[in-house]
């Protein structure tokens, strides 16, 4: 049950280049997350999909994109990348609004911007 | 504007110690609070979520409470382990209609078990 998948891993850009982080589930949640992870700043919500369709700013959404492609896959574009970008980034889901609606992370993408 | 704190942000301990982790939250008004752990360079585990009608949950050697009315939650782990060594975080869901679906974190505690 491979869960939350992201792809890649690592990637260094150089100012202003553009990217896309790739992420999709396999649990069948009807929400998924963007989040970055900064030291002494905990997580991040960057963008939201409360469902298939649909998708929301979050705290962080400036120089970021999303795309909900489908109920699984929710991807994360940077048109033209800065070094403040520069963070790891996650990837989540969940199913909200059930007894059990625990957040499932992706493993991570390690993004450095020069 | 909801805000979590995680106190001490390490803390190091002998094996074998129980221990308490701490999470406080500024807005009382909480729809549930997640616990997780995340070991350098992975992503975050879920390990306990308590529903904010509930006071506490277990899970093996873990043990979450839940004070609303003083914004406080802790994550008591038995008989500590090097394997329980990793990064502690709290997340808070508001109860607020318009934050639905967004979590706040704390920065977390990282805990070190020594052997």
């Known amino acids: 049950n491979a869960g939350v998948t992201q792809t890649p891993k690592f990637q260094v850009l150089k100012t202003g280049q553009s990217m896309t982080l790739q992420c999709a589930q396999d649990?069948?949640?009807?929400?998924m997350y963007w989040y970055r992870q900064d030291p002494g700043m905990g997580l991040r919500l960057i963008y939201y999909?409360?469902?298939?369709?649909?998708?929301d700013k979050g705290e962080v959404p400036n120089g970021y994109n999303v795309s909900r492609l489908n109920k699984r896959e929710f991807s994360l574009r940077l048109e033209s990348a800065a070094p403040s970008q520069t963070s790891v980034y996650f990837c989540?889901?969940?199913?909200?609004?059930?007894?059990?609606?625990?957040?499932?992370f992706g493993s991570g993408t390690q993004l450095s911007v020069l | 504007k909801q805000e979590v704190t995680q106190i001490p942000a390490a803390l190091s301990v002998p094996e074998g110690e129980n221990l308490v982790l701490n999470c406080s939250f500024t807005?009382?008004?909480?729809?549930?609070l997640q616990w997780f752990r995340q070991d350098p360079g992975k992503g975050l585990t879920s390990l306990l979520l308590?529903?904010?009608?509930?006071r506490e949950q277990t899970s093996g050697r873990l043990n979450a409470s839940l004070d609303k009315s003083s914004g406080r939650s802790t994550l008591y782990i038995a008989a500590s382990q090097p394997g329980d060594s990793a990064t502690y975080l709290c997340?808070?869901?508001?109860?607020?209609?318009?934050?639905?679906?967004?979590?706040?974190f704390g920065s977390g505690t990282r805990l070190l078990v020594r052997p």
């Open positions: 997340a808070v869901k508001s109860g607020a209609v318009d934050s639905s679906y967004k979590l706040i």
């Open positions: 649990m069948n949640h009807n929400s």
């Open positions: 989540a889901s969940s199913e909200p609004r059930t007894t059990n609606e625990k957040l499932f």
């Open positions: 999909s409360a469902s298939e369709g649909t998708t």
């Open positions: 807005d009382s008004a909480i729809y549930n």
């Open positions: 308590i529903q904010s009608s509930q």
